[in-house]
């Protein structure tokens, strides 16, 4: 039997779970449960990160100790995962004991073995990234993501010769392709080691930071975030929460989900300290990318937010799965709004496989009371069982190559072609023919076929709206992959002869009226949760500050511009220099801080991006810049504004 190993970051304990923290979780969950389905054995850990310099300063605005701050949004976190069915089989947190030990062992081996040593070092320290800042990242002499100014700090710390292993670590991605998908990750991976590696900061002084996992060989210190945090992926299985080592049989296949935002602390960072550690490096890093979200026309005041257990209550967590995995290619940045969420589940679910099953069972309850028996199939049914061989032969390479929208897709093709083969056959009319019951069976029986195997294909995605359909159809064969998939899909293996009451609403229509109320409703407690939180990071919207009158805003020129260059700023850690066609003589330069987001500057060539035209220019160190890119940004990720479609280089924007 196979054994898999998922994990999601351990999330930080700065605020409550929302939406990017729902994805990556749930996407864990989804996996779990389709590898077991299919016959492997596997294990899920999730967690949360709770050492660092921002956890003292919020603990300190409440009055109340870092211990005290992290159990309550710890505890969020986990209870949160309960009330919507996430699957975890461990819950680590960084100041468990079994941890922390694990921490400072690894830290002693790689001491020892001379791959850490000590220096001194001067520079400008931001809190709210937890790190050195170099001159050229700074804007205007403050942090670009914070909009402070970094504290002038002059200490000694320990650092981790992370340089060493470059040519290893490049080795390995080169002889191992798939290693990080997808594959344009990779490649930014590679493109980012064409520089040399710089050594890793891995303590910070106690007189300064005593909230950590204390140094094994000096007690002066304690370690830095990351060689802390990421250990959590091997003391979690060396030590699980029941005191049990499932190192030897889950680690050859650990899989790291993660957002594309650490993607170098995952890709560089974490295989380094493995080498050091001389643990084996894990099996895959699957990356993907960020959910934005768009304003929703029927509802301009819920923010950026959204509250799984909040959701789960209104709308379901279940129906906003299924459409996080269908709209997102993984990989790919995608996008949420409640109008896109309310006309996929409306077209998908209860129009689609909700009325299927209505349809048929309501009929079959009315003309049959149980389930028909088999009956021998015609070329009636002869295109739905080529699509259900389909799709069924597609499934499993679909979720392990992550192409969920893909899988999901399929079921919905399948669903498609028999709601076509129902109005076709028409069952109403067959049920006024008494000579024409065996055929009214097996249309009726082909269609419910339909809605069990789609169940079933689905289960990983909507687990308990799956299992209530199966429930409800008699299926009582365990999806834990003590029955093989092929068996659980084959298709015509519907029991005869199960009851069928008139079937429940699964998927109720979501009509304008009713999601105005909902939304209202949701916008109501969003702002109670936020008034009531303790935690000052938990804030929905935030203040608008510095407002401006409809005549300052039409000063600013915003003009549509492509980017035809793209190069790395060399002593500029943050900075790109792009060169930008905004349908003028010639192109103008602009500088960029958008370098740690974007590690391979040439995925930007060609991108029609949003450009404020007007601005005075600029001289920095660097060269003349002239103009803007707007970019989002949010939860330390940043994406560039770009276009689609027919806009063209000097387009206003407006």
């Known amino acids: 039997m196979k054994s898999v190993y998922f994990t999601t970051p351990i999330y930080y304990v700065n605020a409550e779970p929302h939406m990017g923290h729902l994805y990556t979780t749930a996407l864990g969950d989804m996996l779990k449960r389709y590898y077991q389905m299919t016959g492997s054995s596997v294990y899920y850990q999730t967690g949360t990160d709770e050492h660092g310099e921002k956890i003292v300063e919020s603990s300190k605005k409440l009055n109340i100790s870092p211990k005290e701050f992290c159990d309550k949004i710890s505890d969020k976190f986990r209870s949160t995962w309960d009330e919507i069915n996430i699957n975890y089989d461990d819950f680590i947190r960084t100041t468990d004991v079994r941890h922390k030990l694990f921490v400072q062992s690894i830290l002693k081996k790689v001491y020892e073995k001379g791959d850490i040593y000590f220096d001194e070092y001067t520079g400008k320290y931001c809190v709210g990234c937890e790190r050195y800042l170099t001159d050229t990242e700074l804007i ?24 060493k292993y470059q040519d290893s670590l490049i080795k390995h991605i080169e002889d191992n392709p798939e290693w990080i998908r997808p594959v344009r990750f990779k490649n930014e991976v590679l493109s980012f ?34 060689f802390d945090a990421l250990l959590n992926y091997v003391s979690g299985i060396k030590e699980t929460s029941k005191g049990d080592n499932i190192f030897d049989e889950f680690w050859q296949g650990c899989n790291h989900l993660i957002a594309k935002d650490i993607l170098k602390t995952h890709a560089i960072y974490w295989p380094t300290m493995l ?39 209104h709308f379901g967590i279940e129906n906003l799965r299924y459409f996080l995995f269908k709209e997102m290619k993984f990989g790919s940045d995608s996008s949420f709004n409640y109008d896109l969420f309310i006309e996929r589940y409306n077209s998908d679910l209860a129009n689609g496989l909700g009325n299927l099953l209505s349809r048929n069972a309501g009929l079959v309850a009315k003309n049959f009371n149980t389930i028909p028996a088999k009956v021998a199939l015609t070329c009636d049914e002869e295109t739905i069982l080529k699509i259900h061989s ?19 897709e399929d079921v919905m093709t399948l669903i498609s072609a028999t709601d076509k083969y129902i109005t076709l056959m028409e069952p109403w009319k067959l049920a006024k023919d008494p000579g024409k019951k065996d055929q009214l069976a097996r249309v009726l029986r082909c269609g419910l076929e339909v809605v069990r195997v789609s169940a079933v294909l689905l289960s990983p995605v909507m687990p308990q ?13 365990p999806l834990d992959g003590t029955v093989s998939f092929e068996e659980l899909t084959a298709f015509d293996s519907l029991k005869e002869g199960v009851e069928l009451p008139k079937p429940p609403q699964f998927f109720p229509r979501f009509d304008s009226v009713r999601v105005e109320k909902i939304l209202e409703e949701m916008e109501q407690e969003t702002k109670t949760v936020s008034t009531e939180t303790d935690s000052p990071e938990t804030r929905v919207i935030e203040p608008i500050k510095d407002e401006i009158t409809i005549d300052d805003f039409l000063k600013v020129q915003f003009k549509v511009g492509e980017i035809i260059e793209a190069h790395h700023v060399e002593g500029a850690q943050k900075l790109l220099r792009l060169m930008v066609d905004l349908g003028e003589e010639n192109p103008r330069q602009i500088f960029a801080g958008i370098k ?59």
């Open 390 to 408: 389909r799709i069924v032969g597609d499934y499993k390479e679909n979720f392990e190559t992550r192409q969920f929208s893909k899988a999901i």
């Open 193 to 226: 080691l064409k520089q040399p590696l710089s050594d890793l900061c891995i303590s910070r002084p106690k007189s300064r930071l005593e909230w950590g996992i204390e140094l094994p060989f000096d007690d002066k210190f304690v370690t830095y975030v990351w």
């Open 275 to 313: 080498m050091s550690a001389e643990i084996p490096l894990f099996n895959q890093l699957d990356v993907h990318g960020y959910w934005m979200m768009g304003e929703s026309k029927m509802s301009k005041s819920l923010g950026n937010v959204i509250r799984p257990s909040t959701f789960d209550k």
């Open 596 to 654: 740690s987001h974007y590690m391979d500057p040439k995925i930007l060539l060609g991108e029609k991006v949003m450009v404020a035209a007007n601005l005075k220019p600029r001289q920095m160190k660097f060269g003349l810049s002239e103009g803007m890119i707007l970019a989002a940004s949010g939860d330390d990720r940043l994406a560039v504004a770009t276009f689609k479609g027919s806009a063209k280089p000097g387009d206003k924007v407006s």
């Open 465 to 477: 709206k799956a299992g209530a359909i199966l429930d409800y159809l008699g299926e009582t064969r």
């Open 140 to 163: 205007d002499g403050k942090c670009p993501d914070h909009q402070t100014v970094p504290k002038e700090i002059k200490e000694a710390n320990y650092f981790f010769k992370m340089s």
